[in-house]
């Protein structure tokens, strides 16, 4: 099972960017898609961003879409979430997943513990 690890989160204010890193652990990285998820506080975790194996096919939520950019480097057992033009809704705990195979579809099998982010208005 891969081991995930989040890194990146912190204040910062409406507008402004945030880089957010999942270093994987474990088991072979770079065969599998990889996904961010948010958590708000009340609310239920939501899907924010995903990459396949090879980073050439990306999916955004239409909230982060324009704004938001889902990157991996599998030399390095990375993925990243560039976030950019933050509104104080982007503010939740944010999470890294791998998907159970290549592409962005089936079962989440890992997760991370989470990094908060928090954009002050």
């Known amino acids: 099972q891969v081991q995930l690890v989040e890194s990146g989160g912190g204040l910062v204010q409406a507008g402004g960017s945030l880089r957010l890193s999942c270093a994987a652990s474990?088991?072979?990285?770079?065969?599998?898609?990889m996904g961010w998820f948010r958590q708000a506080p009340g609310k239920e975790r939501e899907f924010v961003a995903a990459i396949d194996w090879r980073g050439g096919s990306k999916n955004y939520a239409d909230s982060v879409k324009g704004r938001f950019t889902i990157s991996r480097d599998n030399a390095k057992n990375t993925v990243y979430l560039q976030m950019n033009s933050l509104k104080s809704e982007d503010t939740a705990v944010y999470y890294c997943?791998?998907?159970?195979?290549?592409?962005?579809?089936?079962?989440?099998?890992?997760w991370g513990q989470g990094t908060q982010v928090t954009v002050s208005s």
């Open positions: 474990g088991r072979t990285f770079s065969s599998y898609a």
């Open positions: 997943a791998v998907y159970s195979g290549r592409y962005v579809v089936g079962r989440l099998e890992s």
